[in-house]
């Protein structure tokens, strides 16, 4: 669907009309036959002692994805104030060393010594998908959200590339290229400055019941894809058996990947390269616990307010009948 | 507490919560009220967030104890679309908080759709609201 600022309009009204007329509401089940699932959670893990680094899976990603890498209006629109910088990298679309708006999966490799043992590890870094994303529980816009499959996507038709999402994920792995998308057509100096992309899981290819293109591919058999439950017990049970260690079982509140590593990841994570693009490994709590704790007190206080105000009705004409 | 005084912690905070609301935009940052010394905490996401969430806690209290008052006054076509406005607020806004708990979730068109609206909402309640400021000190003016 392409947007124009008319159909943009149209859209918003329809929108709080939808929303009026009552939202529907899905449950995603975890492997159950609840009626009211619309999906099973997926998610993969990823056995970083078999990964050999062949690249196997960064060429596929770049080739199924192609097609919708952006295609930047040059020049961009000068935007203000000046301090807002494009990002561009429509002419660096080789770049694979690190994630870009062309390159949503790279192979980070550690090397150290662990317990008086030398180690390298290929570790293939992508969007964790989160089972509550902070890059879609934020977005003020609609633009990136989570699927009944556990898959978090970021809308390019309706992204304005503000890169609030980048900001508040724990890894900061969505990427913007400016001179893209809807913002040109809204407010282009003033509001948004491009689109942010990231791994969506081959949301399509899954949708049509395929697998991901860079777990298809790999030689190596490093991904497993699975109902979430299940591919988590085999996650802990891999970890188990080999005295590996397991990473996004709880990070950020927990994760829809696996990482099972033969290398503690703190040690791993003093191994890699950090930075712009390239994703830690560190430890990461749930930051959505006071929201969460709050929703109940969102939820409670109308009902709380009406008691109130219906109690101090009632002590009114109760107050009234006593002067009569 | 009296009246006056309830009044303005319910126009604090509805105004705390356009603000908190605003700042889920990245435009605080970008437009430099974060650079103002002290003013730092605008550009927080999940601080604002938070202040969002507590702030609607105390509104939804105010809207709930406001509600058997209001069935009993006779209803204008003005006190009527301000309802609606109000109602479409809090109506997207909760569906916001559900969207955000996390073992739920809704389609991508739902979340857009709701987003928008809730912003539209609040559009659409500001624009009530004056007219209703105006309607009320043209009335006030005529009176005198």
């Given at each position: 669907m392409k947007i124009n600022r008319r159909s943009f309009?149209?859209?918003?009204?329809?929108?709080?009309?939808?929303?009026?007329?009552?939202?529907?509401?899905?449950?995603?089940?975890?492997?159950?036959?609840s009626a009211s699932s619309v999906a099973v959670v997926l998610a993969t893990l990823l056995d970083l002692s078999k990964c050999i680094g062949c690249g196997a899976c960064v060429e596929a990603c770049r080739e199924a994805n192609a097609h919708r890498y952006p295609e930047p209006v040059k020049p961009f629109p000068k935007m203000y104030p000046s301090r807002v910088k494009a990002a561009d990298w429509s002419d660096k679309r080789d770049v694979n060393d690190r994630l870009t708006p062309y390159n949503w999966l790279y192979i980070q490799t550690a090397s150290g010594e662990y317990?008086?043992?030398?180690?390298?590890?290929?570790?293939p870094r992508?969007?964790?998908?989160?089972q509550n994303p902070p890059c879609a529980n934020?977005?003020?816009?609609?633009?990136?959200?989570?699927?009944g499959r556990g898959i978090v996507a970021i809308n390019d038709e309706i992204c304005l590339g503000g890169s609030k999402c980048k900001d508040v994920c724990p890894w900061h792995i969505p990427e913007r290229q400016t001179g893209v998308g809807l913002y040109l057509k809204l407010a282009p100096s003033f509001a948004g400055n491009g689109v942010m992309y990231k791994c969506d899981r081959c949301q399509d290819r899954v949708a049509a019941g395929g697998t991901p293109a860079c777990i298809e591919v790999c030689p190596e058999g490093v991904q497993t894809i699975g109902p979430r439950d299940k591919i988590l017990a085999q996650a802990r049970k891999l970890a188990e058996e080999t005295g590996g260690f397991l990473y996004g079982d709880t990070e950020n509140g927990g994760t829809n990947t696996f990482y099972v590593s033969p290398v503690p990841f703190d040690v791993v994570n003093q191994a890699i390269d950090k930075g712009p693009g390239r994703p830690h490994l560190a430890s990461v709590g749930n930051p959505f616990t006071t929201e969460d704790t709050l929703a109940r007190a969102v939820y409670a206080a109308p009902l709380a307010g009406l008691v109130a105000g219906a109690l101090h009705l009632i002590r009114g004409a109760a107050s009234e009948d006593d002067h009569e | 507490m009296n009246k006056r005084g309830l009044n303005l912690i319910f126009r604090l905070t509805v105004f705390a919560l356009l603000f908190t609301g605003f700042a889920q935009m990245p435009i605080f940052a970008r437009y430099y009220l974060a650079d103002v010394p002290g003013f730092a905490w605008t550009a927080d996401y999940y601080l604002n967030h938070i202040l969002h969430y507590g702030l609607a806690a105390v509104l939804l209290v105010f809207l709930g104890w406001r509600l058997p008052l209001a069935m009993k006054r006779r209803w204008t076509s003005g006190g009527l679309l301000l309802t609606l406005s109000w109602a479409g607020v809090v109506a997207t806004g909760l569906v916001r908080v559900m969207k955000n708990q996390p073992d739920v979730f809704f389609s991508p068109n739902l979340v857009m759709a709701v987003d928008w609206a809730h912003l539209g909402f609040v559009m659409l309640l500001g624009a009530v609201?004056?007219?209703?400021?105006?309607?009320?000190?043209?009335?006030?003016?005529?009176?005198q």
């Open positions: 309009l149209a859209t918003g009204l329809a929108a709080a009309a939808g929303a009026v007329a009552g939202p529907a509401q899905g449950r995603a089940a975890e492997g159950s036959s317990n008086g043992r030398t180690f390298e590890l290929n570790i992508r969007c964790l998908h989160c934020l977005c003020p816009w609609g633009a990136a959200s989570k699927d | 609201s004056l007219g209703h400021a105006l309607a009320a000190r043209t009335k006030a003016d005529a009176a």
